[in-house]
Structure formats: structure tokens, C-alpha cells
């Protein structure tokens, strides 16, 4: 096959291109505009492959997206090029607006083009696969405390985004629907729990704690700690969206989840712990924990019922969130250099999507 993929040079993207070229005989096409977020250095290890080709392009550039199809003529389309950070979509939702929704849009419309004038035999195979995010389902709430009863996001969950950030991606969601079933265009939608592992830009929140650990500096906890995410390791979600581009059914939605529950409280204290193991100091890194005033309109809960990703094509994360963890952290402390060249003096771990913070205690 050959697989255009947007947003490559990403965390996941880049995730699955190394997995791609790695682990199967398929050609990538790296479609990426190198925002803040997209780094090259996290292709190094395929960079010199002949299967894999980069091309620095804006998914709202259509006459550059039209030139890519003409050359290459994928077989399919992995679309994960997107503005994922909840704070700065919080500070300035209109780039999340922008790239998310008129993106989205420019790149369906530009497959869609190439899609129509291709041989049936071709048509027959394409697929235009949408990576999406479970934030688009809003929030669940924390486990019934008669009952503990745990409800999960499926695929039939309705959508109730919190952020100008799941807001985007919802409204790309039904963009790509649409196209399905305005169009016959072969679409398939996958949605994800939140994704951690090596190669992530360190606003998010294990490589900042992580990094701010090492530096001695204050590790920052929303509200009490007590939000729950699902925690997915990166190359256990590479795995399942090379099965959905290839097995998955066209009109499908795949949740995917990494069934691992964790409060951000504990997921930042299991961090400092691994650290005492690994990097011990006089003082225990758990002491630098500071609760600071929630972000605004902050979901509670999620968490994903996977099952139809297990069963319709026979995936299940390898990793638990401890053996993940652990080889996180091994790979920042085996990799500091590449934590140092993505931060360029425009975010340097700050806080953001700071708003209204003195009526909220701040």
C-alpha cells in the first residue's frame, strides 16, 4: 500500500509511520506542516527508508494538497494532522478552528477529487481513515459509589464536547460522516483514549511531569488531581489504527482505549516514584506537587469500551500503564536532547489557557 498520512512528523503520527515502515512493506507519505508540535528528529530511525517520502505541506492548502494526490496516488489516507492541546485551544481557539475543521474539510474534498477519477478497481480499496479523540464524547462521571458501576464511551455514545479544542474535532467527526454518507466516500473513524509515550511534546502531561521532575521544578496538578483518564501507550495505538486502515470496515467507528483508569493524582505520583527508583535524590520528587486552580471547563472522566476493536479485528493493548510508564520514562531520561531541541523559546512549560483565574482562586 501506500498510505498518505497526515500530521506525521506528530506524536502519534510519527508513532505510526515508525510502525509502518518498521513492520510492514508499505510506503509512507508524511504530509506535515511542521507547526510547534510536528519534529522530523522523531522519524530519524526511518527517515533514510525508500518507503517513506516527506512532504512539508498545510492541510489548508489545497493546491499543494491536489499536487500531493496527483504524485503519490495513495491507496488510503491516515488523517491525524490536528491542534490537540486543550490550554491552547482554551487561549486561542481560532488555529484549533482553522486546522481542525477547514483542514479537515480541504482534505476530504482534495481525496475526494482524486478518489472520484480513480479505476473502480482502485476506488474499491481506498479508505480515508479520520483519527478523532474520545473528548468529543464530554465527560463521565466518576464511579457510582453504591453500585461501582463504571460507564465507558462507545460507539454510540452522543457527543458532548467540553473545549474549543473536542469542539474541532467533534466538528470534524461529522464532516467525514457526512462525506460518507452525502458522497459514498470511504470513510472509517477511530476515537482514542489519551496517548502517552516516547516523542510527546512536553505540554501534555506525563513528559512535562517527567521533564519538571529532573529539572527540580514545581509539578502542577489541575483541581484536586482527581480527574480520571484512560491511559493508551502510543505504539499500542499505532498497532490498532494500521488494523483499522487495513481490516476495518468502510462507514465503521473503532474506539480505542489502553484499559488503564488512572486519577492524574496517581499518575503523577507513580511517575515520581519510577524517579526514585531510577534518578534517586535527597529529597523524594513527590514533594514538588503543587495543586493549582483547574482549567476551565475541565472534564471529569473517560474511558473506553474497546471491545469492538478486540473483537471485529483482534487488537488489544500489549502494554499495562506501569511496563508503559516505566519505558516512557526511560526513554526521556535516554533522550534529553530531543526534549531540549522541541522547545524553542515560544513554550518553555508554562502554563496556559489561563482564563478568568483570579474568580477561580488563582
Known sequence: MKILVTGGAGFIGSAVIRHIIENTSDTVINLDKLTYAGNLESLNLVATNERYVFEQVDICDRVELDRVFKTYQPNAVMHLAAESHVDRSITGPAEFIQ?????????????????????????????????STDEVYGDLPHPDEQTGELPLFTEQTSYAPSS????SKASSDHLVR?????????????????????????EK??????LNALEGKELPIYGKGDQIRDWLYV?????????????????????IGGHNEKQNIDVVQTICSILDELVPKKDKYAEKIKFVADRPGHDRRYAIDS??????????????????????????????QWSKNVQDGSYQ?????????????E
Open 99 to 131: 486546522t481542525n475543521i477547514v483542514g479537515t474539510y480541504n482534505l476530504l474534498e482534495a481525496a475526494r477529487e482524486y478518489w472520484n477519477i480513480l479505476e473502480d478497481s482502485a476506488k474499491k480499496v481506498f479508505k480515508f481513515h479520520h483519527i
Open 164 to 167: 474549543p479544542y473536542s469542539a
Open 178 to 202: 457526512a462525506w460518507l454518507r452525502t458522497y459514498g466516500f470511504p470513510t472509517i473513524v477511530t476515537n482514542c483514549s489519551n496517548n502517552y509515550g516516547p516523542y510527546h511534546f512536553p
Open 205 to 210: 502531561l506525563i513528559p512535562l511531569v517527567i
Open 235 to 255: 505504539e499500542d495505538h499505532a498497532r490498532a489504527l494500521y488494523k483499522v486502515v487495513t481490516e476495518g470496515v468502510v462507514g465503521e467507528t473503532y474506539n
Open 307 to 336: 471491545s469492538k476493536m478486540n473483537k471485529d479485528l483482534n487488537w488489544t493493548p500489549v502494554e499495562t500503564f506501569e511496563t508503559g510508564l516505566r519505558k516512557t520514562i526511560k526513554w526521556y531520561l535516554d533522550n534529553r
Open 349 to 361: 512549560r508554562e502554563r496556559l489557557g489561563k482564563i478568568n483565574m483570579q474568580a477561580q482562586g
